[in-house]
């Protein structure tokens, strides 16, 4: 039995609620048509919290996006 499909949305949710973000293995063949579903999923959302989050391409691994927490600025 597989898995339930989980919206792209969910992804940045599931990230925000734990302590630095979460990861996401093999978004190839297309990693950069990965990121920019993301992108667009965040800014349709219209989510404020969700700004507290980025998006960065694993340094050991190309093939795996992290959706991580950014430092909290000193504003």
């Not at 302590?19 to 579903?37: I, M």
């Not at 507290?52 to 391409?57: D, G, V």
């Amino acid at each position: 039995m597989k898995p339930p499909k989980v919206s792209i949305l969910e992804y940045w949710y599931m990230a925000l609620s734990t302590p630095y973000g979460k990861e996401f293995l093999n978004c190839t063949p297309d990693f950069e048509a990965v990121r920019q579903k993301l992108y667009a999923a965040r800014a349709e959302a219209r989510d404020d919290d969700l700004k507290a989050l980025a998006l960065l391409q694993s340094p050991f691994d190309p093939s795996v996006l992290w959706i991580v927490k950014k430092e909290p600025s000193d504003a």
